[in-house]
């Protein structure tokens, strides 16, 4: 049983370009979720999504977008890319109130 | 707002020494506080979760402590190994199934 996967592994981007990252959640969870980790800190809350809507979001600008798919797969979509955008994204699925599984992540390089 | 703080943020022990890392919530409304280990570059690996009615949780080595009316949780490493160097987070639920987390401490376990 596969857990939960992200694409690509890693990319590189230069500022004022748009990126598209991917995240297939684990079999039987539902509700995916994005966050952001700079290097050195701790992950932050992007948004998450739920039943093809966003529920809940972070303090992030609407540069920052997203969508899940009706087999609950999910896209994070980061257009007019700044240097502060560099950050290993992850993704994290889950289903009801149980935890949170954690993908291994996408590192965004911006130049 | 909640705000989780650890510390210390990195520590460096030789093999065989018994460790706490600690970490600190600023809102005692919680129903759990989970405790991840990261890999560098990697996702997060849940480690253990602790439910707001207990006290402790216990996994192999690892032992957590939470005291919610001081807001504090202590995660206990008993023998450490060169295995167990990682980052380890500590997060607390921010709203439906959302987490906020603090910045890790980085550990360091050399032979």
């Known amino acids: 049983d596969a857990g939960v996967t992200q694409s690509p592994t890693h990319l590189i981007k230069t500022r004022g370009q748009q990126v598209t990252l991917r995240c297939s959640p684990k079999?039987?969870?539902?509700?995916v979720s994005w966050y952001q980790q700079a290097l050195g800190q701790g992950p932050q809350f992007i948004f998450q999504y739920y039943e093809e809507e966003e529920r809940q979001r972070g303090n992030f600008p609407d540069r920052f977008s997203g969508h899940q798919y009706p087999n609950y797969s999910s896209e994070l979509n980061v257009n007019a890319l700044l240097l502060g955008d560099s950050a290993l994204y992850l993704c994290?699925?889950?289903?009801?109130?149980?935890?949170?599984?954690f993908g291994d992540g996408t590192r965004l390089s911006i130049l | 707002k909640q705000e989780v703080t650890q510390i210390p943020a990195a520590l460096s022990v030789p093999e065989g020494e018994n460790l706490v890392l600690n970490c600190s919530f600023t809102d005692s409304a919680i129903y759990n506080l989970q405790w991840f280990r990261q890999d560098p570059g990697k996702g997060l690996t849940s480690l253990l979760l602790?439910?707001?009615?207990?006290r402790e949780q216990t996994s192999g080595r690892l032992n957590a402590s939470l005291d919610k009316s001081s807001g504090r949780s202590t995660l206990y490493i008993a023998a450490s190994q060169p295995g167990d160097s990682a980052t380890y987070l500590c997060a607390v639920p921010g709203g439906y199934n959302k987490l906020i987390f603090g910045a890790g401490t980085r550990l360091a376990v050399h032979p």
């Open positions: 079999s039987g969870h539902d509700t």
């Open positions: 602790i439910q707001s009615s207990q």
């Open positions: 994290a699925s889950s289903v009801g109130t149980q935890p949170q599984h």
